[in-house]
T-cell receptor, first 114, second 110 residues
Framework: NAGVTQTPKFRILKIGQSMTLQCAQD?????MYWYRQDPGMGLKLIYY???????DKGEVPNGYNVSRSTTEDFPLRLELAAPSQTSVYFC?????????????FGPGTRLTVL | RKEVEQDPGPFNVPEGATVAFNCTYS??????FFWYRQDCRKEPKLLMS???SGNEDGRFTAQLNRASQYISLLIRDSKLSDSATYLC???????????FGKGTTLSVSS
């Protein structure tokens, strides 16, 4: 099993550009999450999904969109990149909902917006 | 009071030392508690869940005090490989998202 995979590993965007961060998991987990981690800060939940076709906002959803068309994939879309979105983005998945058990994280995408 | 608060450190200890990390949380309705480990420039990984009765996994011992809303992690006989950031993680209420502390950095030297 590859676990949770994310692409790209690194990206530099210009202000106003758009991009999609890809996330996939092969553990047949229903629950998937997107977090951002700013330097010296804790992870903040952006969006989460409890299954294909169902998504919901987390703590910091502004400036992002998600979709969940399959169990395996959970892409995160940035429409108009801003410097405040410079961060490390982690995708995670879990077998049980939200907070009752272990979440498995991908290796992260380091995004810089200039 | 911040939702999950940790002493950021860094804690610099020699090999073989015992080190303890503390964490406080603000929501008395929280039900799930974890310690995650994050190596430099890597993803977080679950170190251990924290149970009401306290639990131990090898050199690691986690304790929970619900009355004081306090969680601790004790590492005995520190190894160089224990150098990492340790994240205290709590859920807000049943079924809601996890809340991550900023982490406590540990550096173990020979």
């Amino acid at each position: 099993n590859a676990g949770v995979t994310q692409t790209p590993k690194f990206r530099i965007l210009k202000i106003g550009q758009s991009m999609t961060l890809q996330c996939a998991q092969d553990m047949n987990h229903n629950y998937m999450y997107w977090y951002r981690q700013d330097p010296g800060m804790g992870l903040k939940l952006i969006y989460y999904s409890v299954g294909a076709g169902i998504t919901d906002k987390g703590e910091v959803p502004n400036g992002y969109n998600v979709s969940r068309s399959t169990t395996e994939d959970f892409p995160l879309r940035l429409e108009l990149a801003a410097p405040s979105q410079t961060s490390v983005y982690f995708c995670a998945s879990s077998y049980y909902p939200l907070s009752y058990n272990e979440q498995f994280f991908g290796p992260g995408t380091r995004l810089t917006v200039l | 009071r911040k939702e999950v608060e940790q002493d950021p450190g860094p804690f610099n200890v020699p090999e073989g030392a015992t080190v303890a990390f503390n964490c406080t949380y603000s929501n008395s309705a929280s039900q799930s508690f974890f310690w995650y480990r994050q190596d430099c420039r890597k993803e977080p990984k679950l170190l251990m869940s924290v149970y009401s009765s306290g639990n131990e996994d090898g050199r690691f011992t986690a304790q929970l005090n619900r009355a004081s809303q306090y969680i601790s992690l004790l590492i005995r006989d520190s190894k160089l490989s224990d150098s990492a950031t340790y994240l205290c993680v709590v859920n807000g209420q049943a079924g809601t998202a996890l809340i991550f502390g900023k982490g406590t950095t540990l550096s173990v030297s020979s």
